[in-house]
């Protein structure tokens, strides 16, 4: 059994050797150089001398994890962002699992600098291999692939790739993706990814465009989401998450559904299955007033 561990990097000199120390030398790795400015490809090129580099011109993180997918040699794919790293023991735990199991997709725990992301140990037990309609059923979604690892042959036989030119949540969209095409899931109780959270990431980055860009999510989980309900609660989650930075930053309903064309996607498909299905229909019917609720929802948690 074989992994291989992509890593896209853009301008990742600064931090680029902690990630491939953690990552050791048990998979293979393959760093795909986006465009760097800053020497990125030098370093891994001086100082990692077993690791597989590609070098392309600036295309953003999706074609750099697409560009790894095609060149990778790894029975399962593993992603990692430049400036993270795996924790200590990772790959070796995975593949102890892989020996015994072959789901399509193994999920595992994450950490950021402070508490667990993206928890699942309270829908999930230790072991349970899923299914899509389970999955469905509870209302799991993930917003990052880091944590996670995809057999190879899965993705390519279904033609799941990274949709390209999506700036913000294209993490979910895929896993929304891969779920859709009714792979297995195997939840595991391995720590593996840690999060360094940095003020310059481009989930961070507000700017006047910031909204249009974020919608553009919702036309690519349109486009490659099969199953009905995944495909409402990955828009569900998009549209929460556009709330979340929308509502503190002086925006109203109006502003967000025109900035964020909303009205391309909604209204939302009521699909009973949905565990969210109560909610989007309140979407629908009144998004101001669903806006103001979610709004509302954030500052008790602030407080």
């Known amino acids: 059994m074989k992994i291989s561990i992509i890593i896209p990097a853009y301008n990742a000199a600064g931090f680029i050797r902690d990630c491939l120390s953690s990552v050791g030398t048990v998979a293979e790795t ?26 392309q011109e600036n295309a953003g993180v999706s ?21 993270d790293m795996l924790c200590e023991g990772a790959v070796e735990r995975l593949l102890a699992i892989l020996e015994t199991a072959s789901p399509d997709i193994v999920v595992m725990r994450s950490f950021g600098s ?3 992301k993206y928890p699942w140990s309270g829908l999930f037990a230790d072991g349970t291999v899923c299914s899509k309609d389970e999955i469905v ?7 990052s692939v880091c944590g996670c690892a995809f057999r190879k042959r899965y993705l390519d036989e279904s033609g799941i790739s990274f949709a390209e030119g999506i700036p913000l949540s294209e993490d979910l969209v895929f896993m929304s993706t891969c779920l859709s095409a009714g ?12 999060v360094c959270e940095h003020s310059g990431s481009a989930s961070r980055r507000m700017d006047p465009d910031y909204m249009r860009r974020y919608s553009l999510a919702l036309g690519a989980a349109k486009e490659r989401i099969q199953d009905s309900a995944l495909y409402v609660a990955t828009c569900r989650s998009i549209i929460l998450g556009m709330i979340h930075l929308a509502a503190p930053n002086g925006y109203s309903p109006s502003r967000l559904r025109n900035e964020a064309r909303l009205d391309a996607v909604l209204p939302l498909p009521a699909v009973a299955r949905c565990r969210y299905f109560r909610e989007i229909r ?9 806006f103001r609720l979610k709004q509302l929802r954030d500052l008790c948690r602030r407080r």
């Open 63 to 83: 074609a750099a994890r697409n560009a790894g997918i095609r060149q990778a040699t790894g029975d399962y794919l593993v992603f990692a962002d430049a400036d």
């Open 114 to 116: 402070a508490s667990e």
């Open 282 to 290: 309140l979407m629908n019917a009144c998004f101001p007033l669903y």
């Open 137 to 143: 059923r509870k209302g799991w979604l993930r917003g």
């Open 183 to 194: 792979g297995s899931v195997l939840f595991k109780d391995i720590p593996f990814y840690q």
């Open 30 to 55: 393959v760093v795909v150089d986006d465009g760097s400015t800053d020497g990125t490809g030098a370093v891994v090129a001086r100082d990692f001398p077993s690791v597989r580099l590609l070098r």
